[in-house]
């Protein structure tokens, strides 16, 4: 089991930058694959991007590739979204999610544990 918290969340301006972490507890952190997603209010949570076990292989979703990047550091038990270029209409609850049998999946259904969220809110 592993238990997920996120942080870096906050009021920014629209084309600003933001690099949200995800902290993770527990020895077995390099076993996890791990996904970002977002919710804004009234819509379907989303996949932003998803990084491997390693962190040699990632997987982006159309929408935002370009302008976000995601990576991690095992010996910090934690995985980082790099956000660049943020717009008002990614405010949003921002999730970050692990997954235990290693694959790099879009669907929040295949994410074993999920973090509690941080707001990242876009003004222009």
């Known amino acids: 089991q592993v238990q997920l918290v996120e942080s870096g969340g906050g009021l920014v301006q629209a084309g600003d930058s933001l690099r949200l972490s995800c902290a993770a507890s527990?020895?077995?952190?390099?076993?996890?694959?791990i996904g970002w997603f977002r919710q804004a209010p009234g819509q379907e949570r989303e996949f932003l991007a998803a990084?491997?076990?390693?962190?040699?292989?990632?997987y982006y979703a159309g929408s935002v590739q370009g302008r976000i990047t995601i990576s991690r550091d095992n010996t910090k038990n934690t995985v980082y979204l790099q956000m660049n270029s943020l717009k008002p209409e990614d405010t949003a609850v921002y999730y970050c999610?692990?997954?235990?049998?290693?694959?790099?999946?879009?669907?929040?259904?295949?994410?074993?544990?999920w973090g509690q969220g941080t707001q990242v809110t876009v003004f222009s």
């Open positions: 999610a692990a997954e235990s049998d290693g694959a790099l999946y879009g669907l929040s259904s295949r994410y074993d544990y």
């Open positions: 527990g020895r077995s952190f390099s076993t996890y694959s």
């Open positions: 990084i491997s076990r390693s962190g040699d292989s990632t």
